[in-house]
């Protein structure tokens, strides 16, 4: 299988070895920050947590949603996904790993990880979280390259495989509760302590995730022979309608009850997203730029005549993926701190170095995905080399 | 006091060893190199102080009295080797002093007494019975000892700030850079930290393993710090909190905070 990975035109090279010196520029900026510690980041004793964590978060999302494929085409037998379905399984063991690099540039003591399996504490969700996101990896490693493998030789995937594929399904629903409990458990944090978290980062991951989705099979389909037809993407795009619907409808909610109880505790997070609070106003342009494209998305995806267009249900996948990427991969984390538990308000926002070290992790999920979508499309004989 | 075996055996030695080096070979006397009762707390002649429950009483208004002193936050920074950062965003603190508005957020009023509003409360490790850090930490690198002490292993800590995110009293410190050349003067009898490990107050467990009382209470002399044992009924602390009106912070967190502020 990864011989295929290991052949391709020059175009296919070059892009390998743009991504390797994305990721190498990373790593030598993740060396600064290892010698000197995280101060190098723009966090601080106030935001503890940054963008590092945020892509975490946003990212358990994108591995949570290869569901969305995997659910309708294994236990509905939908077929229409049939092809598109190891790209969505594949998507996820990339997300999975980039979670897993965000989580270690994170660690103030990298090296001492192994003591989260030396002490295990089940009292921590960071424990279960470990354990959830650890078996999802697995279990699609174990799925993607026996489904890769079958199709190389023509034949229908090992009988065994079929319980893990059923199994993987709940799996991924459990890595972003598990992820979304990390968060909502704490009273420290008014902002995150509420019981729709889990489910609003369901709603986020189950639109923002196809979305992704559908955009790297519009770049396969224009790049490569690779075209599912038509069937499937129309059936990704409703998909993404109900979950980006959904995912409105909850932070429609959130905000209702912030504004409306008119706590401070909880209404003050919500200014500072929206409005600015205390005269910080960082996230306010951002967080306005993610609500104007949610309802540029939603109008989109609601009319008949826009969604079926594939052109414009490109568009509505690019300003659904902003949107979600805005409210979760910033918003979401940053605004938990803000203001900290004694009310005062601490700006953070990314330095460069930390910035960079993001886009290098970003660029290792970006190879991952590139080598899995190689090799299967070279298996299938939809990529000239 | 019964003297049990084992003691009796390490003062005998320590004894016999004071004997011996009685002047040192510089030819000065032991007595004047080695500070008093050092030998005793070797020997646990002096006992460590104990409790069931320690916790701690901050009398504001006599700490305001004092205006602008920091003689408590001193001697802890000092005792502990916390480094001094001239930035906010590097800052380390165990105990700090904040406006009463930060300090009980949500619990001011615009027309409390001048003196109570104009304050700026000690703050420290509240030292919870249910302490938020405890739980989230994933390697048990901060725990709840029997006495009520929140402890923190800072060789175990991996560094990922989940305790400070599930403090509600924003207690812990990070190190964001190696603190080692911010420390003013380094105390040799207590550990330096490294970068990328997460540090608090710790009710000085060193010192009362030693029979002394936390570096910040010696340092007061306006007794407006009074620590002891909850579960004592003659506790000092205890008659305290028993005659005066009392406070703690976030009190509907269901955290139970072990630092009682009296404001009566």
Not at chain 1, 67 to 78: A, R, T, W
Not at chain 1, 209 to 219: D, E, H, K, N, T
Not at chain 2, 42 to 69: F, T, Y
Not at chain 2, 207 to 236: H, I, K, Q, T
Request: aromatic residues 12%; charged residues 15%.
């Amino acid at each position: 299988m990864i011989e295929k990975a290991l052949r391709g035109n020059s175009r296919y090279w070059g892009w390998i070895g743009f991504l390797f010196i994305v990721i190498f520029v990373g790593f030598l900026f993740y060396l600064r920050q290892f010698g000197y510690g995280l101060g190098i980041t723009g966090l601080n004793r106030d935001v503890t947590w940054g963008l590092y964590i945020a892509q975490f978060t946003f990212l358990v999302g994108v591995a949570a949603s290869a569901v969305m494929v995997v659910l309708p085409y294994y236990l509905h037998d939908f077929k229409a996904f049939g092809k598109i379905t190891i790209l969505g399984e594949t998507l996820a063991i990339a997300s999975v790993v980039m979670c897993g690099t965000f989580i270690f540039v994170d660690m103030g003591q990298p090296l001492r990880i192994p003591n989260v399996f030396i002490f295990p504490s089940p009292n921590s969700l960071m424990f279960w979280d470990t354990i959830a996101l650890g078996g999802y990896l697995v279990l699609n490693v174990i799925i993607s390259i026996n489904v890769i493998a079958s199709e190389k030789k023509g034949t229908p995937p090992p009988g065994w495989i079929k319980p893990i594929i059923l199994l993987s399904i709940p799996w991924a629903i459990s890595i972003h509760t598990v992820t979304a409990f990390l968060y909502s458990g704490l009273a420290a944090r008014p902002f995150w302590m509420t019981a729709i978290l889990a489910p609003r980062f369901l709603a986020s991951a189950f639109s923002g995730g196809p979305a992704l989705l559908l955009l790297l099979v519009f770049l396969l389909r224009k790049f490569t022979r690779f075209d599912p037809g038509r069937e499937p993407i129309q059936k990704l795009g409703l998909i993404i309608t109900y979950a980006m619907t959904i995912n409105v409808f909850f932070v429609l909610m959130e905000i209702f009850t912030a504004f409306y109880s008119g706590i401070p505790e909880h209404l003050d997070h919500f200014k500072f997203l929206y409005v600015g609070l205390h005269g910080n106003t960082t996230l306010v342009p951002w967080m306005w730029v993610s609500s104007i494209l949610a309802v540029i998305s939603l109008v989109l995806l609601y009319i008949p005549k826009t969604r079926n267009n594939e052109t414009v249900l490109g568009l509505a996948c690019v300003t659904v993926f902003v949107s979600i990427w805005i409210e979760k991969g910033l918003g979401m984390v940053i605004t938990g701190f803000v203001p900290n538990p004694l009310g005062e308000v601490t700006r953070y926002w990314p330095t460069f170095t930390e910035t960079m070290i993001t886009i290098g992790v970003y660029a290792i999920g970006a190879l991952i995905v590139t080598i899995f979508y190689k090799a299967t499309l070279s298996i299938r004989g939809e990529v000239s080399v | 006091m019964t003297i049990d075996r084992r003691k009796f055996i390490k003062t005998a030695g320590l004894a016999s060893l004071a004997g011996l080096v009685g002047k040192n070979v510089l030819g000065q006397d032991v007595s004047e190199v080695i500070e008093p009762g050092a030998f005793d707390r070797l020997a646990g002649l002096q006992s460590p102080l104990q409790a069931q429950r320690w916790a701690m009483a901050v009398d504001i208004k006599k700490c305001e009295n004092q205006h602008d002193c920091t003689k408590c936050i001193d001697a802890c920074h000092l005792v502990h080797n916390v480094p001094e950062f001239d930035n906010p965003k590097d800052e380390i603190k165990w105990i700090w002093k904040e406006p009463f508005e930060h300090a009980f957020h949500e619990q001011e009023n615009e027309f409390q007494k001048t003196e109570l509003i104009h304050s700026t409360p000690l703050l420290f490790c509240n030292h919870c019975d249910n302490p938020p850090c405890v739980s989230v930490c994933p390697t048990r690198a901060t725990w709840k000892r029997e006495d009520g002490i929140v402890m923190m292993d800072w060789h175990r800590c991996i560094g990922c700030r989940y305790c400070m995110a599930g403090c509600p009293y924003g207690s812990r410190s990070f190190n964001w850079r190696d603190p080692r050349p911010f420390i003013k003067n380094l105390q040799r009898d207590y550990p330096t930290r490294m970068r990328g490990v997460v540090e608090k107050c710790t009710f000085c467990d060193e010192r009362l393993a030693l029979g002394m009382l936390p570096a910040c209470v010696e340092a007061c002399d306006a007794g407006a710090l009074v620590f002891g044992d909850l579960e004592d009924p003659e506790a000092d602390i205890r008659k305290l909190l028993n005659d005066n009106f009392s406070i703690r912070r976030k009190p509907g967190l269901g955290t139970q905070p072990e630092i009682y502020y009296i404001v009566s």
